[in-house]
Nanobody, 122 residues
Framework: QVQLVESGGRLVQAGDSLTLSCTVS??????MGWFRQAPGKEREFVAG????????YYADSVKGRLTISRDNAKNTVYLKMSSLKPEDTAVYYC?????????????????WGQGTQVTVSS
């Protein structure tokens, strides 16, 4: 059984930093993505990383502020967020796929976590 469990979301102030974690079980290897859904908006791609860690992908809106990384020995993927803005407020989801064909799109991932809430106050 494949499970993805996110953690780390909380209330922070604008300008703060925060790191989200996603622990995966049940997959031998996988590409990973982070997505987010703000209130009243559709879920959007934030960042992605290949199993090897050699390729990473970012949405233009977060480049330079968010960094995706992984520790395969711990089956964990991280999303480090800095200089947070109120518009970063959203539920953040991690997603996994074995060899994703579309690493920046929802259709590229078959397994999803339940999400973790990040709220950035101004």
């Amino acid at each position: 059984q494949v499970q993805l469990v996110e953690s780390g979301g909380r209330l922070v102030q604008a300008g703060d930093s925060l790191t989200l974690s996603c622990t995966v079980s049940g997959l031998p290897f996988y590409d990973m993505g982070w997505f987010r859904q703000a209130p009243g908006k559709e879920r959007e791609f934030v960042a992605g990383i290949r199993w090897s860690g050699g390729s990473t992908y970012y949405a233009d809106s977060v480049k330079g502020r968010l960094t995706i990384s992984r520790d395969n020995a711990k089956n964990t993927v991280y999303l480090k967020m800095s200089s947070l803005k109120p518009e970063d407020t959203a539920v953040y989801y991690c997603a996994a796929s074995v060899r994703s064909t579309y690493p920046t799109e929802e259709r590229g991932y078959g397994y999803w976590g339940q999400g973790t809430q990040v709220t950035v106050s101004s």
